[in-house]
Structure formats: C-alpha cells, structure tokens
C-alpha cells in the first residue's frame, strides 16, 4: 500500500529528497505523499525511505491506498 504522512509532521524536509520516484513534496503545513506515485520503494530499496528517516515516525502505511 501506499504510505502517507500523518499530523506528527514536524515539516523537517528529510523526507523529500530520500524518494526514489518524487512522491513526496512540501504541502500546507506539512509534507505530502502522492499515493499514485508511492511504489514504497520496491525495487529501489529493502524499505520505505520516508520512513526511514523520519524521525517523529510520520510515515505510515495508508491502507485507503492499497497497491495496484
């Protein structure tokens, strides 16, 4: 599925430039990911490069987006 970003977003950026496909951009007030375009970073990395570097564990699992 298809990760977001919740309120915990302190809006620090570190997530942004981690994304392999560009999924992720600065919103009002706080960043977010464009699920047509989260591939949760298969066949780039082991896991989620957002998650990975948040640190308020703002990335999560967005179970409205499902994987296609």
């Known amino acids: ?3 977001k970003i919740n309120d915990e977003c302190t809006a620090c950026g570190l997530c942004e430039p981690e994304c392999p496909v560009q999924a992720i951009a ?11 375009k989260c591939v949760e970073c298969e066949g780039h990395f082991d896991e989620p490069q957002c998650a990975a570097v948040c640190p308020v564990d703002a990335c999560v699992p967005d179970p409205d987006h499902p994987k296609k």
Do not use: L, T
Not at 26 to 36: K, L, M, Q, T
């Open 26 to 36: 600065a919103g009002d007030p706080i960043y977010v990911i464009d699920f047509d």
């Open 1 to 3: 599925m298809a990760y």
